[in-house]
């Protein structure tokens, strides 16, 4: 069998509240979109009694022997949901502990390929109940467009908005365990009525992500690197995505974006930095 090309999408929070608890999960609420910087996954059916998952590329070698991919076809075996074995081969792009969901939106895609090719049959519910298994953001890969993530655990998708943007990411992650364990206080939900404006620059420059604070007290230099990018012209404004450590600035045109960069990379010799846009 021919090997299935999937673009696994990198996704990133324009904005992020923690709005409280529940067990042992923050509940959070966002407004996401994704990018073209992606992974690139081939897979294809195989006769064998066990899947096969390799990892290549610039950041492979930081992925665990169990990881979002094993753990995804782990609980589909167990549910008796599959009855072929699959190899899965993933070029990762996306740098690991970045704030850009590497990982999880692997795992999305491959459920999302599992059901549209008719190898799993499962209802949208049992999709995000499954996705929920693997991980809390999982279930965002599942529309891979722009959405607001509300405090209630729903989703609301809007349609595409062009956005282009300068992803900074320093030569060490952010541990999302750790960074949420700190979290001592709660925002306010304000994304419960969401509308397609909140994508707007205006509204975005008046939100924040709440670990922000957080992050850069425990990694001082994201401080720096934020602050060095809202200085520059033309940059309509910078935020952390996620947990970090990847520092997002975003533009209007892709020209701006490209003069930012080429600053960035000679003022942060050892910074990761790359240019996308929102799909």
């Known amino acids: 069998m021919r090997y299935h090309n999937i673009k696994s999408h990198a996704k990133i929070n324009l904005a992020l509240n923690i709005v409280g608890k529940k067990k042992k999960l923050h509940k959070i ?9 992606h992974d690139e996954i081939s897979i294809k059916k195989i006769k064998k009694e066990h899947h096969k998952i390799q990892f290549t590329g610039e950041f492979s070698s930081s992925v665990k022997v169990e990881n979002t991919v094993s753990k995804l076809l782990n609980i589909i075996d167990k549910k008796k949901l599959l009855k072929d074995k699959f190899q899965i081969v993933i070029k990762k792009n996306i740098p690991p502990k970045a704030g850009l969901g590497g990982g999880s939106m692997n795992a999305s895609s491959i459920l999302n390929f599992l059901s549209k090719k008719s190898f799993i049959k499962l ?3 049992e999709i995000i109940n499954i996705s929920d298994l693997i991980g809390s953001d999982v279930k965002l890969g599942i529309h891979s467009r722009n959405l ?3 405090s209630n655990n729903t989703i609301k ?19 999302t365990k750790k960074i949420y364990s700190k979290v001592k206080k709660f925002s306010k939900a304000k994304f419960n009525k969401s509308k397609k404006r909140m994508f707007n620059f205006d509204y975005l420059k008046k939100y924040k992500n709440d670990l922000e604070l957080i992050a850069f007290n425990n990694h001082p230099k994201l401080k720096i690197l934020k602050n060095f990018l809202e200085k520059i012209s033309d940059i309509e404004f910078v935020r ?14 892709d ?19 790359k240019i996308s846009k929102t799909i």
């Not at 349609?159 to 900074?168: C, G, Q």
């Not at 952390?240 to 533009?251: D, K, L, P, R």
């Open 29 to 37: 609420e966002s407004v996401i979109s994704f990018l073209d910087l």
């Open 123 to 125: 209802s949208k519910k």
């Open 148 to 150: 607001i993530l509300r």
């Open 157 to 175: 998708t809007f349609p595409k908005k062009r956005i282009f943007v300068l992803i900074v990411k320093p030569n060490f992650g952010c541990s």
């Open 240 to 253: 952390m995505t996620g947990s970090g450590s990847a520092i997002v600035a975003y533009f209007n045109s």
């Open 255 to 273: 020209k701006k974006c490209d003069e930012i960069a080429k600053k960035v990379k000679k003022k942060f010799k050892n910074c990761w930095c």
